[in-house]
């Protein structure tokens, strides 16, 4: 079975510019995540779904940030415009309603300059 | 606000060792705690977790202890393996939904 797939697995853009992030979660999974990772803070929940609704995005830093779930198997994570401090890794995870345990996919790196 | 944190960034331990990793935690409305490792390049792969009606769970070389009254979460591994060499990050789930708080991450190095 094929795990979380996100892409593109790097991204190298200039500030001002729309980044669009993808991920594919596990087949039959319930929850959809995103995080992000710094150094300084750590993963950071940004925003998660369940049956592809929206369910709380207090984690999202700003307007600029947006996050869709159109189908159970597509999401993305939208930056415009995007600006230095975004740059990080940004991962997708999926799990089940059963558990508390998250399948990470492999991560975006993210570097505005 | 940091609900979770991992005060010790990193940690080298010697091949055959014990390797002790800590997080405390703010918040006593927390009901499932886990680990997760992570190796460069890849996302975190669930390792373990406990739930808050526990105090103790073993799995293989990897054990977690959960202590309530101190807000405190630690993983023990039991003879580290140079394998082993990840970043260790801690998370907790609240109890009022899928809520998750991760730690910044403790960075292990087992020294063959």
């Known amino acids: 079975d094929a795990g979380v797939i996100q892409s593109p697995r790097h991204e190298v853009t200039e500030m001002g510019q729309e980044v669009t992030l993808r991920c594919k979660p596990i087949?039959?999974?319930?929850?959809l995540f995103w995080y992000r990772q710094t150094m300084m803070r750590g993963l950071e929940l940004l925003i998660y779904?369940?049956?592809?609704?929206?369910?709380?995005d207090s984690g999202m830093p700003e307007d600029r940030f947006s996050a869709k779930m159109p189908n159970a198997s597509f999401s993305t994570l939208k930056i415009q415009p995007s600006e230095p401090r975004d740059s990080a890794v940004y991962f997708c995870?999926?799990?089940?309603?059963?558990?508390?345990?998250?399948?990470f996919g492999p991560g975006t790196r993210l570097t505005v300059l | 606000d940091q609900q979770v944190k991992q005060n010790s960034p990193s940690l080298s331990v010697q091949e055959g060792r014990i390797s002790i990793l800590n997080c405390d935690y703010t918040n006593s409305m927390f009901d499932y705690f886990l680990w997760y490792k992570k190796y460069p390049a890849e996302g975190p792969t669930f390792l373990i977790s406990?739930?808050?009606?526990?105090d103790k769970n073993e799995d293989g070389r990897f054990t977690v202890f959960l202590n309530k009254s101190a807000k405190h979460l630690s993983l023990h591994i039991v003879p580290s393996q140079p394998g082993d060499s990840a970043v260790y990050f801690c998370a907790v789930e609240s109890n009022t939904g899928n809520q998750f708080y991760f730690g910044t991450g403790t960075s292990l190095t087992v020294i063959p």
């Open positions: 995870a999926s799990s089940l309603a059963s558990g508390p345990e998250q399948f």
């Open positions: 779904f369940n049956n592809n609704v929206p369910i709380d």
């Open positions: 406990i739930s808050s009606i526990k």
């Open positions: 087949s039959g999974h319930d929850y």
